[in-house]
Every structure is written in structure tokens, then in C-alpha cells.
């Protein structure tokens, strides 16, 4: 096993950052600052990212993507929202139902282009939350259900398998994915378990192994897919919440921390670390749904 070192790459400002991704035709690296509401994006600037911009959306903002038309994706409260282009902003119908005091986490776009989000209790857990998939037509499947802690998601380099955290289950799983019908009845299998922190936020890198930020153990654990351990980035804060791959070469990764439930503390906590590990990442999947016309306008033109 190696350990590597990260280094604050921005100043210990975000109170949950989270959802990092390196946007590879603007050459930015992308972000959310959860509760605050805010989608950022900055520039690589050696060892830092410089020239930070914010959009607030108004709501949570639980993960960002970015969409093949140019815009942004967002995982708002309780519904997607689009960034287009031209910086308007258009929210869409609620897509978790029944389900109260919960909100959409962390998600990621699929190989197909797809949105697969998850959603978490924002009061005590009931171990009823959802892992969805939103078609870039607005079609909702329900992938996964009985998490306690919807969190990271990945997929594996020829995308013939999906990766889901259940944070508060301490647990990383695997399922068999493809670009067609999901089967709800086949189980999923625990990659890891028992973790020494909360798993949070996951990242996969292009030789397959898993990345996987560890809320309150100040780190990145890198993890075979069969489960071994194989290296660690330490990070000089307590709440490492997202890690991925940025830059020209996707071989530098960003890992984002937070501060929330924090008091006192003497670290960089809500600082966006980089670290040079030695691996290379698998660029960001794009959204295919419209961010200019989204599928929830055709919905209310076919209802008008």
C-alpha cells in the first residue's frame, strides 16, 4: 500500500462541497456546494484553481453534470435543474413522489446518458431511499430501494457495471449495468464493508479501481474491485466528501471536503484538495437531455 500526500488547492470556504467533475471541453473543474445552493466552476492553475464562479440555483444542490449541448445538469431538492448554456436556469417537476423530508444527493451520468441519482432523509433515517435513473426524456426507473444513505456513484470502464455508496450501511456495492433493461431482482453485491470512516462520494479510475472518499477519516482509500486495499491520499481535513479526476490528463485528483457538523476545528475542512497519485481517470459521461429545451418543457407544451 502507498500513502500520498494532498494539498489545498482553494481557500476552506464550502460548507458541503461535493459532486467534483472535470469538464474537459471548458477545460474547468466543476462543483456544488450543497446547502448553500451553489454550482461552481474554476480553472487548474498549477496547485490551485483559480477564478471560481458561482450560480445559485435557489435550492440544495446535491450533484452537477455536465450535458452534451454545453449546459450544466444539477441534482436540485427534489427535481433536476439545467444550466443552459447562456446561464438561464430551468427547474423540473419532483421526481421523488411520496417520499417527504428527503431530498436528491449525489448522481452521475451513465455511459447511455443517463442521470442516476440518489436521494437521503434530511431528518432521521428511515432506510426507504431510492436510487433512480432519469432518461434524458424524463422516464424515471427506480434502480434500487431499502438505502439508508444514497452517495457516490461510478462505473466501471467498459461501463458493464454500476457502483452505488450506502453511506450510513458502510457500504460500497456492485451491480451488472448496461444500456438496457436494469434487473431490479437481481441482488447487488457488497464490494466493501466496513469501512474505518463513513464511505461518501466515489470515483473510478481508467484501470477499474475504486476511489472512495472517506467522511470522517480524513482520506481516499483506493480499492480493488474485489475489495483489497490498495493506496491512500491523506487530507488535511476531516470530511473528505468527493473525489475525482481533473485536467487535460485526468491524472490529477480533486477531492472536496466540508464543514458541516464541524466546531472548532484546525484544519483546511472545506478546503478542494488536489494530489498526484499516480492513476488516471475516465472523463465525465455527458447528459443527453436538452438544457436549452428540457424535457419538462415538452411535458407542459403536450399538457397546455
Given at each position: 500500500m502507498t500513502s500520498f500526500t494532498s494539498t489545498a488547492a482553494t481557500p476552506a470556504q464550502y460548507e458541503l462541497a461535493e459532486g467534483i467533475l472535470w469538464d474537459d471541453r471548458a477545460d474547468?473543474?466543476?462543483?456544488?456546494?450543497?446547502?448553500?445552493?451553489?454550482?461552481?466552476?474554476?480553472?487548474?492553475?498549477?496547485?490551485?484553481?483559480?477564478?471560481?464562479?458561482?450560480?445559485?440555483?435557489?435550492?440544495?444542490?446535491?450533484?452537477?453534470?455536465?450535458?452534451?449541448?454545453?449546459?450544466?445538469?444539477?441534482?436540485?431538492?427534489?427535481?433536476?435543474?439545467?444550466?443552459?448554456?447562456?446561464?438561464?436556469?430551468?427547474?423540473?417537476?419532483?421526481?421523488?413522489?411520496?417520499?417527504?423530508?428527503?431530498?436528491?444527493?449525489d448522481g452521475a451520468?451513465?455511459?447511455?446518458?443517463?442521470?442516476?441519482?440518489?436521494?437521503?432523509?434530511?431528518?432521521?433515517?428511515?432506510?426507504?431511499?431510492?436510487?433512480?435513473?432519469?432518461?434524458?426524456?424524463?422516464?424515471?426507473?427506480?434502480?434500487?430501494?431499502?438505502?439508508?444513505?444514497?452517495?457516490?456513484?461510478?462505473?466501471?470502464?467498459?461501463?458493464?457495471?454500476?457502483?452505488?455508496?450506502?453511506?450510513?450501511?458502510?457500504?460500497?456495492?456492485?451491480?451488472?449495468?448496461?444500456?438496457?433493461?436494469?434487473?431490479?431482482?437481481?441482488?447487488?453485491?457488497?464490494?466493501?464493508s466496513d469501512l474505518p470512516a463513513y464511505p461518501d462520494g466515489l470515483a473510478v479510475s481508467a484501470d477499474g479501481t475504486l476511489w472512495v472518499a472517506q467522511w470522517g477519516g480524513s482520506s481516499i482509500?483506493?480499492?480493488?474491485?474485489?475489495?483489497?486495499?490498495?493506496?491512500?491520499?491523506?487530507?488535511?481535513?476531516?470530511q473528505a466528501s468527493c473525489p475525482a479526476f481533473v485536467g487535460p490528463n485526468l491524472d490529477i485528483l480533486a477531492i472536496t471536503t466540508a464543514q458541516e457538523g464541524l466546531s472548532d476545528w484546525t484544519d483546511a475542512s472545506g478546503a478542494i484538495f488536489l494530489a498526484h497519485p499516480g492513476a488516471v481517470g475516465l472523463p465525465a459521461h455527458r447528459w443527453l437531455g436538452s438544457t436549452t429545451t428540457p424535457y419538462w418543457d415538452d411535458e407542459r407544451e403536450a399538457h397546455a
Open positions: 474547468l473543474v466543476r462543483w456544488v456546494d450543497i446547502w448553500r445552493g451553489h454550482v461552481l466552476s474554476g480553472r487548474l492553475d498549477n496547485a490551485r484553481i483559480a477564478g471560481i464562479r458561482t450560480v445559485e440555483i435557489g435550492q440544495t444542490a446535491g450533484a452537477v453534470a455536465v450535458a452534451d449541448d454545453g449546459g450544466l445538469l444539477i441534482a436540485a431538492a427534489r427535481g433536476l435543474a439545467v444550466i443552459a448554456p447562456d446561464g438561464s436556469i430551468s427547474y423540473g417537476p419532483d421526481i421523488l413522489g411520496d417520499h417527504v423530508d428527503v431530498r436528491l444527493n451520468v451513465d455511459p447511455q446518458g443517463r442521470f442516476v441519482v440518489g436521494s437521503m432523509a434530511l431528518g432521521t433515517e428511515t432506510g426507504e431511499e431510492d436510487l433512480l435513473r432519469v432518461s434524458p426524456n424524463g422516464a424515471v426507473e427506480t434502480l434500487r430501494t431499502g438505502i439508508r444513505l444514497s452517495n457516490g456513484i461510478g462505473f466501471s470502464p467498459d461501463g458493464q457495471t454500476i457502483y452505488h455508496v450506502d453511506t450510513l450501511a458502510n457500504t460500497v456495492s456492485s451491480h451488472l449495468y448496461g444500456p438496457g433493461v436494469f434487473d431490479v431482482d437481481e441482488p447487488w453485491v457488497v464490494v466493501l482509500r483506493r480499492h480493488a474491485p474485489s475489495g483489497e486495499l490498495l493506496d491512500v491520499v491523506h487530507v488535511d481535513a476531516t
